[in-house]
């Protein structure tokens, strides 16, 4: 069965593209071909942002961290934070190729984006690729005042993959105590290592046909996975889903295309969180699939980037 025609002729562009096939043979040439694609498509440098790489101190007895911060030139002051990570099906991408988006944002919402580039796996598997994006968001608010960041306005937010380590990382930030997340911000989040298995528990019909398939989700919660048996006690800090509640979690928006593959774990995600006390915005965008906003002109890709830059804001206090 095709789900072709329930896809949005404006998005209809995007299906050209060929899809990803992934295996631990065609990895290396799948994360340069996608090196490729971005860098072709990379602005020159945004003269109103500048942009620090820095080094830090990575989770113990791990490598150093990489972050790029993004900072709107002008008089010096205290300013909101976007704590961002990249998405890939935790197998793929980089920051760079963020970093237009990155730029923008950080110029027309006035705000510091702060982009981790974390240890892929399968390379590095749980926990490591979280374990550095808590690295990050603690750097980040430690390091608040010299940044020029406001520390009870951080959001943290990410897109696919990104979506699901910022739910993750919320997780692990409500384990230990800090640091304060004034919103998450997730983007078709990646939620549920289930999802597209036997196991899985919304077995849509109608989801995943295009972008990101079934097949890719395996090869990439598989890899993140690693030695965790998916049938056992997967931590929740890996699989957001498998959390036992949400209360006390930060406030959270998520946004995700009707025909997406994680339309309904990101449902079920919004719903356990309205039901556990955690103010949640939702948005399914009839007639899209997964990273329908690549195609930036179609209205629902517009609407989606109202919808985004409205949320962050008010997190931002605008």
Known sequence: MTTRHLVD???????????????PESLPAVREGIKMLYAATLCEADPEVTIAEHRIPGPPGAPEVTVFVYTP??????????????GGGFIL???????????????TLDCVVVSVDYRLAPETPYPGPVEDCYAGLKWLADNAAALGVDPARIVVGGESAGGGLAAALCLLARERGGPKVALQFLVYPMLDHRTATPADIYANRHSGEFAWTHGANRFGWSAMLGDIDPAGDVPATCSPARAASLAGLPPAFIAVGALDLFVDEDIDYAARLGRDGVPVELHVYPGAFHAFDLVAGAPVAVQFQEDCARALRKAFGG
Request: proline residues 11%.
């Open 9 to 23: 002729p404006a998005l209809e562009s995007f299906l050209e593209a060929p899809s990803l096939d992934i295996t």
């Open 73 to 86: 030139r002008g008089p010096a002051r205290v300013r909101p934070a976007l704590f961002h990570i990249h």
């Open 93 to 107: 991408g980089d920051v760079a190729m963020m970093t237009p988006l990155s730029q923008a944002r950080a110029r």
